[in-house]
């Protein structure tokens, strides 16, 4: 059975931070690259950051560059998020999802606008940030 599961979200002040970790289990972990999306009220889900399967490159939404930074363990089947510098708008709750495309360079890949091809996903965790 696959899962993801987030967990790190909570109630924090502006400037404040939080690390996300997202333990994943059931399919070829390193094999995926892992983006962490996020979804506030009355508003679509957008990619945040993804990291590719060999954990060499990355991506990070401009709302968020210079703030959040993504890391992965293979050995652990887990990836962080560790934000910084937190603001009221980062108010959401935050998925993590896996996502494999067949590239030439596939492992050094994460597609973090192409939401609707990430195949597992999460149940997410509520971040907070208050002002």
């Known amino acids: 059975e696959v899962q993801l599961v987030e967990s790190g979200g909570g109630l924090v002040q502006a400037g404040g931070s939080l690390r996300l970790s997202c333990a994943a289990s059931?399919?070829?972990?390193?094999?995926?690259?892992i983006g962490w999306f996020r979804q506030a009220p009355g508003k679509e889900r957008e990619g945040v950051s993804c990291i590719s399967p060999n954990g060499y490159s990355t991506q990070h939404d401009d709302s968020v560059k210079g703030r959040f930074t993504i890391s992965r363990d293979n050995a652990e089947n887990t990836v962080y998020l560790q934000m910084s510098n937190l603001k009221p708008e980062d108010t959401a709750v935050y998925y993590c999802a896996a996502g494999l495309w067949v590239l030439d360079s596939s492992d050094w890949y994460c597609g973090l606008y192409r939401v609707n091809e990430y195949a597992y996903w999460g149940q997410g965790t509520q971040v907070t940030v208050s002002s």
């Open positions: 059931g399919f070829t972990f390193d094999d995926h690259a």
